[in-house]
């Protein structure tokens, strides 16, 4: 018993974010701990079998597992594989490749058990209460919270996911393990919020914001002045993730190339955030800003009649509690407005309305609400990107907060929910939720047809990608790119531009020092690398180069396929790259179902 005892103690302690509790209260709260894992583990399970192994794209999905697959056969990143982010999230994933189901539904289930436990992570750092805590109101918003924030993004690995997962548990950890004095919670969070820079560059404030909690901490202001020892291996921990990958580059040799890499692509600022406010007030029905400005208003209201609560008595009640509904009633409203879709001006409104409770969350309690606005600066940072500029992945918590700031607002002017009714409200928001996120999901699947049109299973082509279903179109795609691997066989494999899934559910070795030569991905010393690689293979044999003639994008509206095509055929090349790493290969020219390419056997 002294091994489950210990695994216990650790679980509640992870999860109440403080030191150890008692034998007594561990012995009552361990139970519940089980509990939330487990409900963590099954739901992320029940979304991956009824939502994320419907639609497939070839374009982006695969495309962290091909980095991993690298770095599990030596690979150094910015070295022998080149992109304008750093590869954290290859290290992160090499779970994926433990999870014992097939490699693509594993990789979801981790996706998504990564963002419900950021859920959780950020709702227990914004009430600075433990998840052992939560009634089952809380936890059934909580986990309805999960599926707002999952809305309708694949449920695949992407490095967006692994910073805003980093970021929350990183933020929870340390701000626990600061009031409790838990000095492996602390440390830990501080190397999470330095992970995470090395994701993506996005991340990168999670680094000053780490150095602002730890110095300016209310627990550490109250406890006295802290040893400057401890403060050092405090620092050193939080940068430990990046010293330790930019060591690796730099004694391999690649850090001036690393460096033009990662500084060479087009810069993202979250302009949508701010273009949010610019656009015309003229057509009030179809500005955005209708729905926020009156939950801005209503924010004012309840801050002045809470400030003014002993003054106005019964009038100034029912003026709150009015208020608070009417708050409540839009935000509800712009969620359900928005239909969970991928991309939307929704998810900026949750977060401009987040940001004005946050205000309330100061005049409630006489402070800088740093949670709420550490919060959304993870929101803004999530948004740093080329293909999603918005705060999605964290939409689930910006509802979340909201509401618990108008709670507090009115507190003791209802009646407390407790018992039965506090579990049914919580199940009835949570089914309800549910249903709205999977009806959005069937109608519009990730870069895929809607779910009634996914009849085919990918599983049929090749194993890793069992329990996978997608149209007609993908299938036949898909199928053909492992009919092409069996016709030529070569043990380096890579399908150009879009299929960087390939190497890892295949099997096979990219040659090539790039995953997903598209524009944007092209940086540094990239072109020239590519062309050397082909020059090499072309001395070395034992490879085949395909090269696409139907733009994966066409996949999504279920485009013609064809069954043939000459090895001449056109094919598309979104940067120069890759025609030119095509006219560099002398191997045999080859037409493969609808694909081109170049083929030289082993010697």
Sequence with gaps: MPGNSLGASLLCEIIEGGAATPPVAERRRWPRAVMIVGGILLLSAAVVARIGR???????????????????????????VLAPRPFGSAYLHLIDYLVPAPLMIGSSWVMMVQLTVATFALVA???????????????GLVFAAALISLNTYPTMAWHTVDGVFLVAVGLWLLDAGLRAGSRWQRRLGLFCLGFAVIVKQSFMFAVPIGLLILFFHPAGRSGGTRRWRPMVVDVLVLGAAPLLYFGMITLAGGLPSAIAQLTGS?????????????????????????????????????AVAWT???????????????TA?????????????????????????????????????????????WQY????????MASLSWGYPLPGLITGVLVLGTLEVVALAVRGDLPEIRGVAAGAIGAVVFVLVAAQVVAAHDKAP????????????????????????????????????????????????????????????FGVRNPLPMDWPVPMEVTGDAPQRMVQAAERLNGEGDYLILFQTVLTA???????????????????????????????????????????????PRR
């Design 54 to 80: 419907f639609g497939f794209n070839p374009s982006d999905q695969g495309f962290i597992l091909a980095q991993t697959w690298r770095v599990l056969h030596g690979e150094i990143p910015q070295v022998d």
């Design 125 to 139: 750092f914004l009430t600075g209460t433990s998840p052992l805590t939560w009634g089952p109101l809380r936890l």
């Design 266 to 302: 087009t810069g993202a600022w979250g302009e949508g955030l701010v273009r949010f406010w610019a656009s015309d007030l003229g057509r009030l029905r179809a500005d955005p800003r209708t729905y926020v400005l009156p939950v801005l208003l209503g924010m004012v209201v309840l």
């Design 373 to 380: 606005l550490l919060v959304a600066l993870l929101g803004w």
């Design 446 to 505: 990730y870069a895929d047809r809607p779910q009634g049109e996914l009849t085919r299973a990918l599983g049929d082509i090749v194993p890793t990608m069992r329990g996978v279903r997608t149209n007609p179109s993908a299938y036949t795609y898909v199928a053909q790119i492992r009919d092409c691997i069996d016709r030529y066989p070569a043990t380096r494999v890579a399908v150009l531009p879009d299929n960087a899934f390939v190497a890892p559910v």
């Design 308 to 322: 003014s609560r002993a003054r106005w008595g019964v009038a100034g009640r029912g003026l709150r509690v009015v």
């Design 325 to 369: 509904a009417c708050v409540v009633a839009v935000v509800v409203f712009v969620l359900v407005d928005g239909a969970f879709a991928h991309a939307g001006a929704w998810q900026l409104k949750l977060l401009w309305i987040f940001v004005a409770a946050a205000v309330l969350d100061a005049v409630i309690r006489r402070r800088l609400p």
């Design 554 to 600: 066409s996949l999504i509206d279920a485009g013609p396929v064809p069954a043939a095509v000459a090895p001449d055929a056109h094919t598309f090349d979104y940067t120069p790259v890759v025609e030119r790493v095509r006219q560099t290969l002398n191997g045999a020219r080859v037409g493969c179902g609808s694909f081109v390419g170049s083929w030289a």
